[in-house]
């Protein structure tokens, strides 16, 4: 597996995560403020970008 395979791989896995935590924090009202700094912890845990 090459570095963008790898890359690509992780990326996937943080979109994931993220999207069904922001299902969850959707449904239960958490506030947008808390949310965007779960999602951005979640990319950095991947060691992934958001923007790409």
């Given at each position: 597996m090459?570095?963008?395979?790898s890359?690509?791989?992780?990326?996937?896995?943080?979109?994931?995560?993220?999207?069904q935590?922001g299902m969850?924090?959707?449904?239960?009202?958490?506030?947008?403020?808390?949310?965007?700094?779960?999602?951005?912890?979640?990319?950095?845990?991947?060691?992934?970008s958001?923007?790409?």
């Amino acid at each position: 597996m090459n570095n963008s395979d790898s890359y690509d791989s992780k990326l996937s896995q943080a979109r994931g995560l993220a999207s069904q935590l922001g299902m969850f924090a959707e449904e239960n009202d958490i506030p947008k403020d808390l949310w965007d700094l779960l999602e951005a912890t979640i990319y950095e845990f991947y060691k992934v970008s958001l923007d790409r």
